[in-house]
C-alpha cells in the first residue's frame, strides 16, 4: 500500500507541474491568423462578471459572465480613416477595451488612437523603455509593482490571487503585428501632464 501511495504521490507532484507550468506560458500568447483589425474585431478580452444582475440585464439566468471586447477601439479606428495605415506595415497596437472606452472622457482622434500604435513587434518582455508611437509621441515606460506600464495604463494585467478573470491578452500574434490589450484609453502628453 505504501508503495501504491509513493507511486501516486510521485505522478502528482512531477508531471502536473510541468504540465502546469507549460499551459500558462501558452496562454499568454495568443495567435490569430488576421491582421490586427480583423483580430481586434473578433479578440475575446477580459470576463466582466455580471453575476444575480445578468438576469435584469437581458443576460441568460445560468450565465455569470462575459467578456469585455474591442468593437469600440475597432470603430474608432475605422471612423478616424486609420484602418489602411495599419495594414500597411507591422505594428504594435495597444488596444483599448470597450470598458475603457466607456471610462474614456474625450474624443478619440486620429491623434490618440495613433498614440497608441508603435511601429514593428514589441513583446511584453522586450518593453524596457520609452516608446515611440506612430503618432510622434512617445509611451513613457515604468516599472511598477512587478508590472509594465506605458504612461499611466499597466499592460499584460493578469489574474492574481483568487481572482482568475482578469487576464488582458497580450502578444497576441497577428499576420501584420501584435496587440497587447489596455485598460485605459491613453492621450499624448498625459503622462506627464502636457496636453
Known amino acids: 500500500m505504501l508503495a501504491g501511495l ?8 512531477g508531471p502536473m507541474t510541468a504540465t502546469r507550468r507549460v499551459s500558462m506560458r501558452a496562454k499568454s500568447t ?8 480583423e483580430t481586434a474585431a473578433s479578440l ?23 467578456y469585455d471586447n474591442f468593437s469600440k477601439f475597432v470603430a474608432a479606428v475605422k ?3 486609420l484602418e489602411q495605415t495599419l495594414k500597411g506595415g507591422t505594428f504594435t497596437v495597444f488596444a483599448p477595451t470597450d470598458a475603457a472606452f466607456a471610462d474614456f472622457k474625450g474624443e478619440a482622434t486620429a491623434d490618440i488612437l495613433k498614440y497608441h500604435v508603435v511601429e514593428g513587434k514589441v513583446p511584453l518582455s522586450a518593453i524596457q523603455g520609452d516608446l515611440k508611437t506612430v503618432q510622434g509621441s512617445s509611451l513613457k515606460y515604468g516599472r511598477r509593482f512587478r508590472k509594465t506600464f506605458l504612461d499611466y495604463a499597466m499592460v499584460g ?3 492574481s490571487g483568487a ?10 500574434e497577428c499576420s501584420n503585428g501584435l496587440i497587447h490589450a489596455s485598460d485605459t484609453v491613453l492621450g499624448p502628453g498625459t503622462a506627464t501632464g502636457q496636453e
Request: hydrophobic residues 45%.
Open 163 to 172: 481572482s482568475k478573470g482578469q487576464v488582458y491578452p497580450v502578444d497576441v
Open 44 to 66: 475575446q478580452g477580459p470576463v466582466i462578471f455580471w453575476g444575480s444582475d445578468g438576469a435584469t440585464m437581458g443576460k441568460e439566468e445560468s450565465d455569470i459572465k462575459g
Open 157 to 159: 494585467i493578469s489574474a
Open 6 to 13: 509513493a507511486v501516486a504521490s510521485a505522478l502528482v507532484t
Open 79 to 81: 471612423a478616424a480613416g
Open 30 to 37: 495568443i495567435s490569430m491568423a488576421g491582421d490586427i483589425m
